[in-house]
């Protein structure tokens, strides 16, 4: 049972066209549980809810099948570029 | 109906739970689960949903309705408060007693025609699933989120504490 990293992945690919993605398998490899980060144009203007909803309608056919999908950083790309700067500095 | 299901179950665990003399228990189950309205022995009394005594016969998505009405900060989770039984649930709570709010809790573990029937009525795919002033707020992360940048502190002053 489970989904495995790449069609997580390239759900999102293809679906969200993120600038930054990164699937973690947080289940210890039987597909259940994901980490997942993201910046994408698509959740320009949009809370952080809508930005959810929108991972986890990118993933509906999959999250029949994971048990726990924790979203971590649904960003856009400029706050990406930003978040990745200050942590540069810090 | 829903209530009727509801209690149904709690019946069956209760006759296989006593074996022995299992007319009597059944009978003590009788007594328990129709005697008072809506109560659910699973849930610690503290995080109890306010019930009203018709409410018995309401359909899933009214309970829903009039759950987050009736609770300022309403948290559909896997467990109950005092023993949360998955990781995220239990984060959910801590930040919520964090921040000291009264919340009332339904364990959708114990009841799954409300754990499908929040998943459509919520659009959310997993749990927990939180509600302050009837507003869906989200998962685990997305409350995470809000308590780390203070916005969960502003959500949650129109809350009355005890």
Redesign the interface.
């Known amino acids: 049972m489970g989904v495995s990293k790449k069609v997580v992945e390239a759900a999102l690919q293809s679906k969200l066209n993120p600038t930054f993605l990164s699937v973690l398998d947080t289940s210890g490899g039987c597909g259940a549980s994901f980490m997942v980060e993201i910046a994408s144009a698509a959740f320009e203007g949009k809370r ?2 809508e930005r ?2 929108l991972v ?1 309608a990118a993933l ?1 056919d999959e ?1 029949k099948e994971i048990h ?5 950083k649904a960003l856009t790309p400029q706050q990406w570029q930003e978040q990745a700067q200050t942590s540069k500095t810090s | 109906m829903q209530s009727a299901s509801r209690t149904l179950t709690a019946l069956f665990r209760g006759s296989t739970r006593h074996n022995s003399g299992a007319r009597a228990s059944l009978q003590q189950f009788y007594s328990r689960n129709f005697s008072t309205s809506g109560e659910e022995f699973d849930s610690h009394s503290d995080f109890k949903p306010v019930h009203k005594p018709d409410q018995d016969v309401l359909s899933v998505k009214e309970q829903i309705d009039a759950d987050i009405k009736a609770n300022p900060v309403m948290l559909y989770m896997k467990g109950v408060p005092g023993a949360p039984q998955c990781g995220f649930s239990a984060m959910a709570t801590q930040i919520l007693q964090i921040h000291g709010v009264p919340f009332a809790a339904r364990n959708i573990l114990e009841d799954q025609e409300l754990r499908q029937a929040m998943k459509t009525y919520s659009n959310w795919p997993t749990f927990p699933q939180l509600y302050i002033n009837g507003e869906f707020i989200g998962g685990c992360d997305i409350l995470k989120k809000l308590h780390e940048s203070g916005e969960l502190k502003e959500m949650l002053k129109s809350v009355p504490r005890n």
């Open positions: 952080l809810l959810h909803r986890n509906a999250m726990a999908l924790s979203v971590t």
